[in-house]
């Protein structure tokens, strides 16, 4: 069992970045995911990142958004650029234990954060 802690979200205007992180409690040898999730709609996945750095990304936010990991410090990032008040939600951070990354869909994930807030204001 790992724990997942995000933390960096903020209220920023439109057109600013912001970088989240989630900090695992122990070794991170899998894949790890982002997602989220909007008031009154489903949650959406953002992007995947494999063991080995292997990408893939949502076309929503293909291009905005980046996702990188450091495993020596258990730590996934989510950088984030050119933010729409479109992207306002609740960000998580998730984890399967496979090595290579299913489909991007919330049920493949079951290693969970609680989530952070990130508002864009136009």
């Known amino acids: 069992q790992v724990a997942l802690l995000e933390s960096g979200g903020d209220s920023v205007q439109a057109g600013g970045s912001l970088r989240l992180t989630c900090t695992a409690s122990?070794?991170?040898?899998?894949?790890m995911a982002w997602f989220r999730q909007a008031p009154g709609k489903e949650r959406d996945g953002i992007a995947t990142i494999d063991s080995n750095g292997r990408t893939v990304y949502a076309e929503s936010t293909k291009g905005r958004f980046t996702v990188s990991r450091d495993n020596s410090k258990n730590t996934l990032y989510l950088q984030m650029n050119s933010l729409k008040p479109e992207d306002t939600a609740m960000y998580y951070c998730?984890?399967?234990?496979?090595?290579?990354?299913?489909?991007?869909?919330?049920?493949?994930?079951?290693?969970r954060g609680q989530g952070t807030q990130v508002t864009v204001s136009s």
């Open positions: 998730a984890a399967n234990s496979d090595w290579e990354c299913p489909p991007l869909q919330w049920s493949n994930y079951p290693y």
């Open positions: 122990s070794d991170i040898w899998f894949c």
